[in-house]
């Protein structure tokens, strides 16, 4: 039988690389249960692979790009989650409140951000980090994924150039310093639980609330 969503699937090279390293820090910090809140989910690859990894939770995609929950939900469909994982939500992150259904609200247990920071203006690290500390039960993770610079310096070469070519597209893009990151959070009152270097010169920034 053909599948009507089939064109809709996206294809982003860099999460066939990543979701396996990703996967398996969020094998040690993901709660045994209830809700995930992902942000910025892209083309869906990373939902369903951590769907199918830790069934014990729900995990709800979420993108503001129509042509990505498209993608998102044409994966759902294509690996026969549909049982399983909610479909993907329309989610801007600088339009609070975010627009969360009252199940999602009530079994929030964690909130993923992959590869987002450093693709938006400032403003979005600010919401992302406010709206979550709001919105978490204490000790349910904030776990951020993607390239930061370590007291203002770039990790590598390979950052650095990527950090001119995302200016040059758009100005208030960058990747970030993960110490200004930690010190957002902390002043939200997300504590920096724990951070794991990734491949690729990537971080992962584990916050929590105490
Ligand atoms: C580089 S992609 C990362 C996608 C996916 N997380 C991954 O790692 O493959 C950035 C994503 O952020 C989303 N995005 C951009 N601005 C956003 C915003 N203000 N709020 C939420 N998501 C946003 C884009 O639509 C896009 O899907």
């Known amino acids: 039988m053909s ?3 089939d064109s809709d699937r996206l ?9 396996g390293p990703i996967g398996d820090v969020l094998s040690t910090v993901l709660p045994r249960s209830g809700v995930v809140l992902e942000l910025a ?7 369903i692979a951590f769907q199918q990894r830790f069934p014990f939770i729900t995990w709800q995609p979420s993108d503001p790009e129509a042509l990505h929950r498209r993608s998102i939900n044409a994966w759902i469909d294509h690996k026969g989650l549909n049982r399983r994982m909610p479909t993907a939500l329309n989610l801007n992150v600088l339009q609070r409140p975010w627009p969360l259904p009252s199940a999602t609200l009530q079994s929030l247990s964690a909130v993923v951000c992959i590869n987002l920071l ?6 979005c690290s600010q ?17 951020i994924y993607g390239p930061f610079k370590q007291n203002g310096v770039h990790t590598s070469a390979s950052n650095a150039s990527f950090d001119s070519s995302l200016r040059q597209r758009d100005q208030r893009w960058g990747i970030r310093d993960q110490e200004w990151i930690e010190q957002l959070a902390d002043q939200q009152g997300l504590k920096l639980i724990d951070w794991h270097q990734m491949p690729a010169n990537n971080v992962t920034i584990v916050l929590r609330t105490p």
Not at 11 to 19: I, L, S, W, Y
Not at 118 to 123: G, T
């Open 3 to 5: 599948d009507p969503y």
């Open 127 to 143: 919401a992302v980090i406010e709206e979550a500390a709001k919105l978490l039960p204490r000790e349910a993770p904030l776990i």
């Open 118 to 123: 450093h693709i938006s203006p400032p403003e």
């Open 11 to 19: 294809f982003f090279p860099a999460t066939q690389r990543n979701v």
């Open 41 to 47: 989910s892209g083309s869906g690859e990373h939902a």
